[in-house]
């Protein structure tokens, strides 16, 4: 009885380590740990930004949650009224990061996600392909207190964009 104790004791250990070696294996480490590297360049994106103009004014609201996922809400707001607002979630997963909006009225309702392609110079990409439009949002932080947002693809063949550049408020 003894024996069949300790060789099933022996197996369980043997069956549990191989799952924590598979789990923390280099390899998988080395994406992790390149993942959270570009989240921490975005440590700068969290607070409020602000853009007031003609058209109406923009805001935009960014919150670090933890290590992995920043969640953001952006508004425009014409005389009184918003006009447009999205929910946004920056997403770590496994190494790839990913800007998550969902608009209410697009899609139905539903986020699409954009995976991040450079993030060179404070300034990061995302793309994705196959959405009607935007195909590519860009993100730079060009001073401290500045924050430049950009919206581009094709539109029936023609390429469209929409700059946006937003002050910080805190």
């Known amino acids: 009885k003894q024996t069949l104790f300790y060789g099933l ?5 043997s069956c549990s380590s191989t799952t924590r070696n598979e789990q923390n294996s280099p390899d998988t480490s080395v994406e992790i740990n390149s993942g959270l590297k570009k989240m921490e360049k975005l440590n700068w994106l969290a607070g409020s930004w602000k853009n007031s103009s003609e058209n109406g004014l923009l805001l935009e609201n960014w919150t670090k949650i933890n290590d992995t996922v920043y969640s953001g809400n952006s ?3 014409e005389n009184k009224d918003t006009v447009f607002s999205e929910k946004i979630s920056l997403q770590l ?4 990061l990913f800007y998550i909006p ?3 009225d697009q899609n139905n309702g ?3 996600s954009f ?3 450079s993030d ?5 990409t995302f793309e994705n392909k196959e959405h009607d439009f935007p195909q590519r949002i860009i993100y730079k932080n060009t001073r401290p207190d ?5 919206i581009e693809g094709m539109v029936q063949g023609v390429f469209r964009k929409e700059e946006f550049f937003m002050k910080r408020e805190n």
């Not at 004791?9 to 250990?13: D, G, H, K």
């Not at 997963?93 to 790839?96: E, F, Q, T």
């Open 110 to 112: 539903q986020p699409v």
């Open 102 to 104: 969902a608009v209410a």
């Open 75 to 77: 508004f425009v707001i």
């Open 93 to 96: 997963i496994g190494a790839d």
């Open 146 to 150: 500045s924050l430049y947002a950009r």
């Open 9 to 13: 004791l022996f197996f369980f250990c």
């Open 120 to 124: 060179e110079n404070e300034e990061f």
């Open 115 to 117: 995976k991040l392609i």
